[in-house]
């Protein structure tokens, strides 16, 4: 059974650094797309950054310039480097993997891991 795992959130003031990991498992083969969602009390689960094995990303606006995903191929672990945060990036932050579509921001993937908080004070 695939699992996804994630570690690395926490609280921090505006402007410092997180870095999130997820740790997959249960899955013989490198995933080709792994991505990072979060989701803030009241909104809707948004996509923050994908990255497929030939080292393609894709990133939301709002984090541009600030964050970086990365994957390590060989143990399927997903990570997200989060610098310069700001209040409104305070949310749960999820894995995902294996998209039903390309790999990109959208909702369409089939593992999703139980998340990690991150919270970001002024």
């Known amino acids: 059974q695939v699992q996804l795992v994630e570690s690395g959130g926490g609280s921090v003031q505006a402007g410092g650094s997180l870095r999130l990991s997820c740790a997959a498992s249960?899955?013989?083969?490198?995933?080709?797309?792994m991505g990072w969602f979060r989701q803030a009390p009241g909104k809707e689960r948004e996509g923050v950054a994908a990255?497929?094995?030939?080292?393609?990303?894709s990133y939301a606006y709002s984090v541009k310039g600030r964050f970086t995903v990365s994957k390590e191929n060989a143990n399927n672990t997903l990570y997200l480097q989060m610098n310069s945060l700001k209040p409104e990036d305070t949310a749960m932050y999820y894995c995902?993997?294996?998209?039903?579509?390309?790999?990109?921001?959208?909702?369409?993937?089939?593992?999703w891991g139980q998340g990690t908080q991150v919270t970001v004070s002024s």
């Open positions: 995902a993997a294996e998209s039903r579509t390309d790999c990109g921001l959208g909702l369409g993937y089939n593992y």
């Open positions: 249960g899955y013989t083969y490198s995933f080709y797309c």
């Open positions: 990255i497929d094995s030939d080292g393609r990303t």
